[in-house]
Protein backbone atom coordinates (compact mmCIF):
# COMPACT_ATOMS: atom_id res chain seq x y z
CA UNK A 1 0.00 0.00 0.00
CA UNK A 2 2.83 2.10 0.98
CA UNK A 3 4.60 2.09 -2.41
CA UNK A 4 0.82 2.98 -4.51
CA UNK A 5 0.50 5.97 -2.09
CA UNK A 6 4.20 7.52 -3.02
CA UNK A 7 3.66 6.42 -7.02
CA UNK A 8 0.22 8.00 -6.97
CA UNK A 9 1.38 11.24 -4.89
CA UNK A 10 4.35 11.31 -7.38
CA UNK A 11 2.18 11.39 -10.64
CA UNK A 12 0.29 14.45 -9.59
CA UNK A 13 3.71 16.17 -9.05
CA UNK A 14 4.39 18.83 -11.30
CA UNK A 15 6.92 18.01 -14.50
CA UNK A 16 8.62 20.96 -14.13
CA UNK A 17 12.33 20.04 -13.82
CA UNK A 18 13.02 22.30 -11.05
CA UNK A 19 12.88 21.29 -7.67
CA UNK A 20 10.15 22.38 -5.11
CA UNK A 21 11.66 24.93 -2.22
CA UNK A 22 13.34 23.21 0.48
CA UNK A 23 13.51 19.77 -0.75
CA UNK A 24 16.65 18.50 -0.19
CA UNK A 25 19.17 17.44 -3.47
CA UNK A 26 20.94 14.53 -3.75
CA UNK A 27 24.86 14.93 -5.42
CA UNK A 28 25.31 13.88 -9.25
CA UNK A 29 28.89 13.07 -10.09
CA UNK A 30 30.28 11.83 -13.42
CA UNK A 31 33.14 8.97 -12.73
CA UNK A 32 34.83 6.11 -15.04
CA UNK A 33 36.00 2.95 -15.21
CA UNK A 34 38.09 0.56 -17.08
CA UNK A 35 35.62 -2.16 -18.66
CA UNK A 36 37.50 -5.19 -19.62
CA UNK A 37 34.61 -6.51 -21.39
CA UNK A 38 34.98 -3.81 -23.71
CA UNK A 39 38.54 -2.58 -23.62
CA UNK A 40 37.70 1.01 -22.85
CA UNK A 41 37.60 3.26 -20.65
CA UNK A 42 33.52 4.32 -20.02
CA UNK A 43 31.76 7.33 -18.64
CA UNK A 44 29.15 6.58 -16.08
CA UNK A 45 26.98 9.21 -14.08
CA UNK A 46 25.77 8.82 -10.75
CA UNK A 47 23.52 9.99 -8.69
CA UNK A 48 23.85 9.61 -4.72
CA UNK A 49 21.02 10.43 -2.72
CA UNK A 50 20.16 13.86 -0.26
CA UNK A 51 21.36 11.62 2.93
CA UNK A 52 24.22 9.96 1.09
CA UNK A 53 27.24 12.51 2.46
CA UNK A 54 25.70 12.75 5.85
CA UNK A 55 25.25 8.79 6.83
CA UNK A 56 26.82 5.52 6.92
CA UNK A 57 24.00 3.82 5.26
CA UNK A 58 24.15 1.46 1.71
CA UNK A 59 21.76 1.94 -0.69
CA UNK A 60 19.89 -0.07 -2.95
CA UNK A 61 20.92 0.87 -6.42
CA UNK A 62 18.71 1.22 -9.68
CA UNK A 63 20.68 1.27 -13.42
CA UNK A 64 18.74 3.34 -15.55
CA UNK A 65 19.91 3.15 -19.45
CA UNK A 66 19.62 5.19 -22.22
CA UNK A 67 18.48 5.16 -25.61
CA UNK A 68 19.30 5.03 -29.17
CA UNK A 69 22.05 8.16 -30.09
CA UNK A 70 22.17 8.52 -26.27
CA UNK A 71 24.98 8.46 -23.65
CA UNK A 72 25.34 8.92 -19.72
CA UNK A 73 24.29 12.61 -19.38
CA UNK A 74 20.73 11.72 -20.85
CA UNK A 75 19.06 10.50 -18.26
CA UNK A 76 19.64 13.72 -15.72
CA UNK A 77 20.23 17.04 -18.64
CA UNK A 78 17.22 15.50 -20.64
CA UNK A 79 15.18 13.35 -18.21
CA UNK A 80 15.94 15.49 -14.60
CA UNK A 81 15.89 12.24 -13.16
CA UNK A 82 17.90 13.63 -10.26
CA UNK A 83 15.00 16.02 -9.69
CA UNK A 84 12.73 13.51 -10.19
CA UNK A 85 14.44 11.42 -7.47
CA UNK A 86 14.62 14.43 -4.76
CA UNK A 87 11.12 14.85 -5.05
CA UNK A 88 10.38 11.49 -4.47
CA UNK A 89 12.34 11.19 -1.31
CA UNK A 90 10.80 14.29 -0.24
CA UNK A 91 7.53 13.12 -0.20
CA UNK A 92 8.51 9.73 1.71
CA UNK A 93 9.95 7.65 -0.77
CA UNK A 94 13.19 5.37 0.23
CA UNK A 95 16.32 6.99 -1.31
CA UNK A 96 18.21 4.86 -3.99
CA UNK A 97 21.22 5.30 -5.80
CA UNK A 98 21.16 5.97 -9.51
CA UNK A 99 23.46 4.40 -12.36
CA UNK A 100 23.60 5.76 -15.53
CA UNK A 101 26.53 4.32 -17.93
CA UNK A 102 27.55 4.68 -21.59
CA UNK A 103 26.24 2.23 -24.12
CA UNK A 104 27.32 3.61 -27.22
CA UNK A 105 24.52 2.30 -30.01
CA UNK A 106 25.49 -1.08 -28.80
CA UNK A 107 21.98 -2.51 -27.80
CA UNK A 108 23.26 -3.15 -24.30
CA UNK A 109 24.64 -6.62 -25.73
CA UNK A 110 27.55 -8.57 -27.38
CA UNK A 111 27.36 -7.76 -31.08
CA UNK A 112 27.57 -10.37 -33.79
CA UNK A 113 29.81 -8.29 -35.81
CA UNK A 114 33.47 -8.23 -35.19
CA UNK A 115 34.31 -4.64 -34.43
CA UNK A 116 35.82 -2.70 -37.31
CA UNK A 117 37.29 -0.37 -35.26
CA UNK A 118 39.31 2.17 -38.21
CA UNK A 119 35.97 1.86 -40.11
CA UNK A 120 33.81 2.94 -36.86
CA UNK A 121 36.46 5.86 -36.40
CA UNK A 122 35.74 7.25 -40.01
CA UNK A 123 32.07 7.30 -39.96
CA UNK A 124 32.07 8.13 -36.37
CA UNK A 125 28.20 9.78 -35.67
CA UNK A 126 27.85 13.58 -34.56
CA UNK A 127 26.36 12.38 -31.25
CA UNK A 128 28.69 10.07 -30.29
CA UNK A 129 31.32 11.53 -28.77
CA UNK A 130 35.11 10.44 -28.63
CA UNK A 131 36.00 8.19 -31.13
CA UNK A 132 37.93 6.36 -28.49
CA UNK A 133 35.15 5.47 -26.03
CA UNK A 134 32.31 4.93 -29.16
CA UNK A 135 34.77 2.74 -31.03
CA UNK A 136 35.03 -0.41 -28.54
CA UNK A 137 36.88 -2.94 -29.65
CA UNK A 138 35.36 -5.84 -27.87
CA UNK A 139 31.68 -4.88 -28.24
CA UNK A 140 30.82 -6.87 -24.84
CA UNK A 141 28.19 -3.83 -23.49
CA UNK A 142 25.79 -7.19 -21.73
CA UNK A 143 29.34 -8.08 -19.60
CA UNK A 144 29.97 -4.52 -19.12
CA UNK A 145 26.62 -3.79 -17.16
CA UNK A 146 26.89 -7.67 -15.55
CA UNK A 147 30.34 -7.80 -14.28
CA UNK A 148 32.52 -4.82 -14.65
CA UNK A 149 30.05 -2.30 -13.99
CA UNK A 150 27.81 -3.89 -11.00
CA UNK A 151 30.90 -4.89 -9.87
CA UNK A 152 32.60 -0.91 -9.97
CA UNK A 153 29.31 0.57 -8.57
CA UNK A 154 29.20 -2.00 -5.22
CA UNK A 155 32.99 -1.14 -4.93
CA UNK A 156 33.12 2.48 -5.43
CA UNK A 157 30.16 3.36 -3.60
CA UNK A 158 28.39 2.02 -0.73
CA UNK A 159 25.96 -0.28 -2.10
CA UNK A 160 23.40 -3.08 -0.74
CA UNK A 161 25.43 -5.38 -3.05
CA UNK A 162 23.12 -8.22 -3.56
CA UNK A 163 19.93 -9.17 -6.27
CA UNK A 164 17.01 -8.13 -3.77
CA UNK A 165 18.43 -4.61 -3.98
CA UNK A 166 19.00 -3.70 -7.65
CA UNK A 167 17.14 -2.95 -10.20
CA UNK A 168 17.38 -1.84 -13.52
CA UNK A 169 15.38 0.78 -16.27
CA UNK A 170 15.51 2.30 -19.51
CA UNK A 171 14.23 3.99 -22.23
CA UNK A 172 14.12 2.70 -26.20
CA UNK A 173 17.11 1.26 -26.90
CA UNK A 174 17.46 0.90 -22.85
CA UNK A 175 14.26 -0.31 -22.09
CA UNK A 176 14.96 -3.05 -24.72
CA UNK A 177 18.30 -3.81 -22.36
CA UNK A 178 16.28 -3.29 -19.21
CA UNK A 179 14.40 -6.71 -19.87
CA UNK A 180 17.12 -8.51 -21.46
CA UNK A 181 19.64 -8.20 -19.11
CA UNK A 182 17.05 -8.64 -16.12
CA UNK A 183 16.26 -12.21 -18.15
CA UNK A 184 19.50 -13.18 -19.00
CA UNK A 185 21.21 -11.92 -15.56
CA UNK A 186 18.49 -12.75 -13.39
CA UNK A 187 20.59 -13.60 -10.33
CA UNK A 188 21.87 -10.15 -10.55
CA UNK A 189 18.54 -7.70 -10.73
CA UNK A 190 15.49 -8.06 -8.85
CA UNK A 191 13.40 -5.81 -10.79
CA UNK A 192 13.13 -4.15 -14.26
CA UNK A 193 11.19 -1.24 -15.94
CA UNK A 194 10.82 -0.44 -19.53
CA UNK A 195 9.99 3.17 -21.00
CA UNK A 196 8.57 2.98 -24.70
CA UNK A 197 11.10 0.11 -25.08
CA UNK A 198 11.53 -2.31 -27.91
CA UNK A 199 10.95 -5.07 -25.83
CA UNK A 200 9.46 -7.52 -29.29
CA UNK A 201 13.00 -7.17 -31.38
CA UNK A 202 12.00 -9.99 -33.58
CA UNK A 203 9.61 -7.70 -35.97
CA UNK A 204 13.18 -5.83 -37.12
CA UNK A 205 14.70 -8.92 -38.14
CA UNK A 206 16.36 -9.68 -41.24
CA UNK A 207 15.01 -12.11 -44.39
CA UNK A 208 11.11 -10.85 -44.03
CA UNK A 209 9.00 -9.83 -41.32
CA UNK A 210 9.62 -12.50 -38.32
CA UNK A 211 6.55 -11.93 -35.77
CA UNK A 212 5.37 -8.80 -36.47
CA UNK A 213 3.00 -7.73 -34.01
CA UNK A 214 -0.78 -6.85 -35.11
CA UNK A 215 -1.71 -3.51 -35.04
CA UNK A 216 1.71 -1.95 -36.37
CA UNK A 217 1.05 0.57 -38.54
CA UNK A 218 2.71 0.05 -41.73
CA UNK A 219 4.26 3.09 -42.33
CA UNK A 220 6.34 3.66 -38.99
CA UNK A 221 7.15 0.01 -39.08
CA UNK A 222 9.20 0.59 -42.86
CA UNK A 223 10.36 3.93 -41.89
CA UNK A 224 12.24 2.91 -38.64
CA UNK A 225 13.25 -0.69 -39.64
CA UNK A 226 14.80 0.75 -43.12
CA UNK A 227 16.07 3.78 -40.96
CA UNK A 228 19.05 4.33 -39.05
CA UNK A 229 17.34 2.62 -35.99
CA UNK A 230 17.04 -0.48 -38.02
CA UNK A 231 20.76 -0.59 -39.60
CA UNK A 232 21.93 -0.43 -36.07
CA UNK A 233 19.83 -3.14 -35.01
CA UNK A 234 20.72 -5.28 -37.59
CA UNK A 235 24.73 -4.13 -37.36
CA UNK A 236 24.38 -5.59 -33.63
CA UNK A 237 21.83 -8.53 -33.81
CA UNK A 238 23.43 -9.78 -37.08
CA UNK A 239 21.39 -11.80 -40.30
CA UNK A 240 21.18 -14.81 -38.38
CA UNK A 241 17.36 -14.96 -37.37
CA UNK A 242 18.50 -17.38 -34.53
CA UNK A 243 20.91 -15.21 -32.60
CA UNK A 244 18.20 -12.81 -32.72
CA UNK A 245 15.64 -15.17 -30.80
CA UNK A 246 18.76 -15.23 -28.66
CA UNK A 247 18.41 -12.13 -27.58
CA UNK A 248 14.31 -11.53 -27.48
CA UNK A 249 13.30 -10.89 -23.90
CA UNK A 250 10.09 -13.46 -24.32
CA UNK A 251 12.88 -16.37 -25.21
CA UNK A 252 15.20 -15.25 -22.63
CA UNK A 253 12.48 -15.34 -19.92
CA UNK A 254 11.74 -18.76 -21.02
CA UNK A 255 15.25 -20.33 -20.80
CA UNK A 256 15.30 -18.68 -17.13
CA UNK A 257 12.19 -20.22 -16.32
CA UNK A 258 13.49 -23.53 -17.40
CA UNK A 259 16.39 -23.70 -15.48
CA UNK A 260 14.23 -22.23 -12.30
CA UNK A 261 15.58 -18.99 -12.12
CA UNK A 262 13.90 -16.45 -9.49
CA UNK A 263 12.24 -14.08 -11.83
CA UNK A 264 12.42 -10.13 -11.96
CA UNK A 265 9.83 -8.60 -11.08
CA UNK A 266 8.35 -6.18 -14.54
CA UNK A 267 7.09 -3.28 -15.49
CA UNK A 268 6.71 -1.64 -18.64
CA UNK A 269 5.22 1.34 -20.28
CA UNK A 270 4.71 3.18 -23.78
CA UNK A 271 2.91 6.42 -25.19
CA UNK A 272 -0.26 5.83 -26.88
CA UNK A 273 1.26 7.99 -30.17
CA UNK A 274 4.28 5.25 -29.98
CA UNK A 275 5.81 3.76 -33.01
CA UNK A 276 6.60 0.40 -30.54
CA UNK A 277 3.20 0.49 -28.68
CA UNK A 278 2.30 -2.57 -30.95
CA UNK A 279 5.55 -4.30 -29.79
CA UNK A 280 4.97 -3.53 -26.15
CA UNK A 281 1.43 -4.37 -26.42
CA UNK A 282 2.80 -8.16 -27.40
CA UNK A 283 5.39 -8.01 -25.30
CA UNK A 284 2.38 -7.61 -22.24
CA UNK A 285 0.08 -10.52 -24.32
CA UNK A 286 3.03 -13.03 -24.20
CA UNK A 287 3.89 -12.89 -20.69
CA UNK A 288 0.25 -12.84 -19.49
CA UNK A 289 0.12 -16.02 -21.91
CA UNK A 290 2.50 -17.29 -19.76
CA UNK A 291 1.05 -16.56 -16.49
CA UNK A 292 4.05 -13.87 -15.67
CA UNK A 293 3.02 -10.85 -14.06
CA UNK A 294 3.91 -7.38 -15.68
CA UNK A 295 2.78 -4.07 -14.18
CA UNK A 296 1.97 -2.78 -17.47
CA UNK A 297 0.49 0.82 -18.01
CA UNK A 298 0.08 3.14 -21.37
CA UNK A 299 -0.19 6.53 -21.16
CA UNK A 300 -0.97 9.30 -23.76
CA UNK A 301 2.66 10.52 -25.44
CA UNK A 302 4.94 10.10 -27.97
CA UNK A 303 8.66 8.43 -28.38
CA UNK A 304 10.22 11.39 -26.50
CA UNK A 305 11.51 13.38 -23.50
CA UNK A 306 8.30 15.01 -22.72
CA UNK A 307 6.71 11.63 -22.00
CA UNK A 308 9.87 10.40 -20.54
CA UNK A 309 10.12 13.34 -18.43
CA UNK A 310 6.83 12.86 -16.87
CA UNK A 311 6.69 8.94 -16.26
CA UNK A 312 10.15 7.99 -15.05
CA UNK A 313 8.48 9.15 -11.73
CA UNK A 314 6.46 6.05 -11.79
CA UNK A 315 8.95 3.74 -12.79
CA UNK A 316 11.31 5.33 -10.00
CA UNK A 317 8.49 5.03 -6.79
CA UNK A 318 8.23 1.52 -8.44
CA UNK A 319 11.20 0.81 -8.37
CA UNK A 320 12.07 1.92 -4.84
CA UNK A 321 8.80 -0.36 -4.02
CA UNK A 322 10.80 -3.39 -5.18
CA UNK A 323 14.40 -3.09 -4.06
CA UNK A 324 14.50 -0.43 -0.79
CA UNK A 325 11.57 -1.93 1.29
CA UNK A 326 14.04 -4.29 2.70
Given at each position: ?19 A?G??S ?21 Y ?12 P ?6 G ?14 D ?21 D??W ?14 R ?14 P ?13 R ?11 R ?15 M ?52 S ?15 D ?5 D ?18 AD ?26 G ?24 R
Amino acid sequence: MRTLVLAATIATLAPEPGRAQGVASGRVVTDSLWSYALGTYKKVVVYLPPSYDRSSARYPVAYYLHGWSGDETNWVKAGHIDAAMDTLVAVGGREMILVMPDGDDSWWMTSEALPDVPGCQRTLPSYAGEAGTYCVPWPHYDDFIAYDLVRYVDGAYRTRADRAHRGIAGLNMGGYAAMMLSLQFPQLFGAAASHSGVVWPLEWAPDGVVERPAGTPDSTWSRIRAGAVGRSMLAVFGRDTTAWRSRDPVRLLDRARARGATLPALKADCGTADPYLAGNRAFRDALAARGVPLVYNEYAGAHDWAYWRTHVRESLAWLAGQIAVR
